[in-house]
T-cell receptor, first 109, second 115 residues
Framework: RKEVEQDPGPFNVPEGATVAFNCTYS??????FFWYRQDCRKEPKLLMS???SGNEDGRFTAQLNRASQYISLLIRDSKLSDSATYLC??????????FGPGTRLSVLP | GAGVSQSPSNKVTEKGKDVELRCDPI?????LYWYRQSLGQGLEFLIYFQGNSAPDKSGLPSDRFSAERTGGSVSTLTIQRTQQEDSAVYLC?????????????FGDGTRLSIL
């Protein structure tokens, strides 16, 4: 079993749709969590950190449930430019950042 | 300010040759990470440095792979006797400290092609 697992996707949604990605992690000692996006043939870029209380950044909302070891990302009012692969990341201090396999999103006109 | 810098951007070499990839992290970042990514695949962790020491080398795929970091800054990843399966994008990332909610920042990567 992978340490970080994500919805396999791909997700194909129309512009303006709301889409949610799920992620689970197996290491209960993980302390920090992030969502990155990766465009085709580009490096991953930080989208947002995930805080225990949940956090929002514009159209993006991230949630963390430590008891269930579950992280989510909600994108509202999808734009064409949101098309990318979304990577869920768990980190335990003193250890590596563990990336999930990613979920591919295509926003269609 | 300057981000993570990797060189070369692209490297094409013949099977059996040695290659050296360089990563210059963001100034002041103490943690440095190497990953590789094959086309259409996820990130594969290779090695992690905290300062000049490597607490986690678990991802290095074989003894042909080695990495070092000197002066707590620049790191080099060396692949000896390259094989075709080594072809991938090699990504370097750095983070400020190994602490609360400090994310990684990635360089543009080195695209390695073994002929």
């Amino acid at each position: 079993r992978k340490e970080v697992e994500q919805d396999p996707g791909p997700f194909n949604v129309p512009e303006g749709a709301t889409v949610a990605f799920n992620c689970t992690y197996s290491n209960s000692a993980s302390q920090s969590f992030f969502w990155y996006r990766q465009d085709c043939r580009k490096e991953p870029k930080l989208l947002m950190s995930v805080y225990s209380s949940g956090n929002e950044d514009g159209r993006f909302t991230a949630q963390l449930n430590r008891a269930s070891q579950y992280i989510s990302l909600l994108i509202r009012d999808s734009k064409l430019s949101d098309s990318a692969t979304y990577l869920c990341v768990a980190h335990n201090y003193g250890q590596n950042f563990v990336f999930g396999p990613g979920t591919r999103l295509s926003v269609l006109p | 300010g300057a981000g993570v810098s990797q060189s070369p951007s692209n490297k094409v070499t013949e099977k059996g040759k040695d290659v050296e990839l360089r990563c210059d992290p963001i100034s002041g970042h103490t943690a440095l990470y190497w990953y590789r990514q094959s086309l259409g695949q996820g990130l594969e962790f290779l090695i992690y440095f905290q300062g000049n020491s490597a607490p986690d080398k678990s991802g290095l795929p074989s003894d042909r792979f080695s990495a070092e970091r000197t002066g707590g800054s620049v790191s080099t990843l060396t692949i000896q006797r390259t094989q075709q399966e080594d072809s991938a994008v090699y990504l370097c990332a750095s983070s400020l400290v190994d602490g609360s909610n400090q994310p990684q920042h990635f360089g543009d990567g080195t695209r390695l092609s073994i002929l």
